[in-house]
């Protein structure tokens, strides 16, 4: 079962100017895939705080994946972070500056520069028809904080977290969650790997909890769904999905 930690990095995340759209997307993406993501941080733009803690998720899980902070500005501290966290040097990659020189159709100025500056020893991933490619140092996966980019970049690579996919059922019931929490308790007794989530809804007129039920086993799963179904009332199921 492989397992990711997701490192949020900018200042503007924190400050509330910019709500990060990059962790939902990345959870969402790598469930589907199979890979665990099992904590997302978000850190200031402070080289040694970012080096402290890439070095820490890169001991805890296979991969990590790092959003934000890389760029030709003052605030653009990813990549020395990162190669700070890994004790190696930077350096500026001639490959990254030869893409760059040919997209602009000119000579790198020294900000365009700092683009093509990455960790020493760091591996170049071609990101589809993306001029950039993803930068890989050990097993942290260095993203923009860009939205459309980030998600163009993991897109291209995506085949590289192959794990077992999560399968889920959903059950809309017409019931408070107070009045079936003794059920949900017997069903985790009798289905302990099932990962069951429970989440009420104010306002909604048809149902009044959203039930999930999610296993990589599509058999376990079917028998914890029809257990939990035999367990309520017939009258309190709205829906099954």
Not at 54 to 63: C, L
Not at 66 to 72: A, M, R
Not at 161 to 183: H, M, N, T, Y
Not at 191 to 206: A, C, Q, R, T
Request: glycine share 8%; aromatic share 8%; net charge negative.
């Amino acid at each position: 079962m492989p397992t990711a930690g997701i490192l949020i990095i900018g200042n503007e995340i924190l400050s509330g100017k910019v709500t990060d759209s990059n962790s939902p997307y990345l959870c969402r993406e790598l469930r589907d895939l199979g890979v665990e993501t099992e904590r997302i941080l978000t850190v200031p733009d402070v080289v040694e705080v970012i080096a402290s803690e890439v070095r820490t998720m890169s001991r805890a899980y296979d991969f990590v994946f790092t959003s934000g902070g890389v760029g030709p500005t003052h605030d653009d501290l990813t990549m020395e972070g990162i190669a700070r966290g890994f004790e190696v040097p930077l350096e500026v990659n001639e490959s990254i500056v030869g893409r760059i020189s040919r997209a602009l159709d000119q000579e790198l100025n020294e900000s365009q520069r700092k683009m093509a500056t990455i960790p020493k020893g760091a591996r170049l991933i071609d990101a589809g028809d993306l001029w950039f490619p993803v930068v890989l140092l050990e097993n942290v996966y260095i993203f923009p904080g860009i939205p459309e980019l980030l998600m163009k970049k993991f897109e291209s690579i995506r085949s590289r977290f192959q794990g077992v996919p999560f399968l889920l059922k959903r059950v809309f019931v017409k019931r408070r969650e107070s009045d079936i929490a003794e059920s949900l308790n017997e069903l985790l007794q009798e289905f302990p790997e099932l990962m069951l989530g429970s989440y009420p809804k104010v306002g909604e007129e048809s149902f009044h909890v959203l039930l999930t039920l999610e296993s990589r086993d599509a058999g376990y799963l079917q028998r914890a769904l029809d257990s939990l179904l035999e367990r309520l009332p017939g009258d309190a199921i709205h829906r099954v999905e």
